[in-house]
Nanobody, 120 residues
């Protein structure tokens, strides 16, 4: 089994910064990609940012230029640096990963979510 453990959420004022971390542990043969999604109240879950094992990244248009995703695959960890936060970024942020748990078998995993609240 694979577990994703997130940390770094909290309350921040508009214009502030936060860094989220997500560490994967368990039976990991290889990581295909890791990323972050978010879900605000009354809205659908949406992709925020994603990074592949090769280092390719994708960002939601709403966070481009403000958020940066990075990874340390030696630690099976992905980070999301969030700058210039606004109230519109308030949501529960979920870590997501596609991981091979055996040579030919992979699965999609989710963290438990971490709350990010941007408010004065």
């Amino acid at each position: 089994q694979v577990q994703l453990v997130e940390s770094g959420g909290g309350l921040v004022q508009p214009g502030g910064s936060l860094q989220l971390s997500c560490a994967a542990s368990g039976t990991i043969f290889a990581i295909i990609a890791m990323g972050w999604y978010r879900q605000a109240p009354g809205k659908e879950r949406e992709l925020v940012a994603r990074i592949t094992s090769g280092g390719s990244t994708d960002y939601a248009d709403s966070v481009k230029g403000r958020f940066t995703i990075s990874r340390d695959y030696s630690k099976n960890t992905v980070y999301l640096q969030m700058n210039s936060l606004s109230p519109g970024d308030t949501a529960v942020y979920y870590c997501n990963a596609q991981i091979y748990y055996r040579m030919n078998n992979w699965a999609d995993y989710w963290g438990q979510g971490t709350q990010v609240t941007v408010s004065s």
